[in-house]
T-cell receptor
Framework: EAGVAQSPRYKIIEKRQSVAFWCNPI?????LYWYQQILGQGPKLLIQFQNNGVVDDSQLPKDRFSAERLKGVDSTLKIQPAKLEDSAVYLC??????????????FGPGTRLTVL | AQSVTQLDSQVPVFEEAPVELRCNYSSSVSVYLFWYVQYPNQGLQLLLKYLSGSTLVKGINGFEAEFNKSQTSFHLRKPSVHISDTAEYFC????????????FGTGTRLLVSP
């Protein structure tokens, strides 16, 4: 089966510009996650969807970050406006069921964002 | 809230040597424990996970980990590493109720040289 797809793979923008990342999870997966991975750190959860509803966005900087999951499938994460500290790899992951704590998450290759 | 500590940021080792990557966690409740591996330019991939039962967990690619509740540790081991094991390894924890929320450590870079 196809894995989690993300695009673009790399993005370079100036600070205060806007940027959007796209994720297509594994077909049929109910739960979708967005993580931010800053260099030298582990991934940090930004937002979690179950189908097209948000179940956890407690660590999403809502003044500049937004995310949606269209029809419970694809998802888009947006940053507007970007700051220097947003430079990171943005990872998308999905899991098959309704987010049981024991589930395996399947990760995409990530989008590397550089803010200049 | 949970936290994970991976004290070794980098572990160099020669091919065919054994290796242990250390992971300690902190939690006031029972947890599930995971090890994920990240190869260069790829996403994270599950190596193994501890849910319950036997404290020795076997995973893919010859890796295993042992859950030690008294020491709150979940160290990853492999008896003989290969060049292809060069990657970043992340330990993660999730509590056992509600929605899954993985908390990751900062990672350990395993460097295998000939």
């Amino acid at each position: 089966e196809a894995g989690v797809a993300q695009s673009p793979r790399y993005k370079i923008i100036e600070k205060r510009q806007s940027v959007a990342f796209w994720c297509n999870p594994i077909s049929g997966h109910a739960t979708l996650y967005w993580y931010q991975q800053i260099l030298g750190q582990g991934p940090k959860l930004l937002i979690q969807f179950q189908n097209n509803g948000v179940v956890d966005d407690s660590q999403l900087p809502k003044d500049r970050f937004s995310a949606e999951r269209l029809k419970g499938v694809d998802s888009t994460l947006k940053i507007q406006p970007a700051k220097l500290e947003d430079s990171a790899v943005y990872l998308c992951a999905s899991s098959p069921r309704f987010s049981r704590r024991s589930d395996t998450q399947y990760f995409g290759p990530g989008t590397r964002l550089t803010v200049l | 809230a949970q936290s994970v500590t991976q004290l070794d940021s980098q572990v160099p080792v020669f091919e065919e040597a054994p290796v242990e990557l250390r992971c300690n966690y902190s939690s006031s409740v029972s947890v599930y424990l995971f090890w994920y591996v990240q190869y260069p330019n790829q996403g994270l991939q599950l190596l193994l996970k501890y849910l319950s039962g036997s404290t020795l967990v076997k995973g893919i690619n010859g890796f295993e980990a042992e859950f030690n509740k008294s020491q709150t540790s979940f160290h990853l081991r492999k008896p003989s590493v290969h060049i292809s094991d060069t990657a970043e390894y992340f330990c993660a924890v999730s509590d056992r109720t509600g929605f899954q929320k993985l908390v990751f450590g900062t990672g350990t870079r395993l460097l295998v040289s000939p």
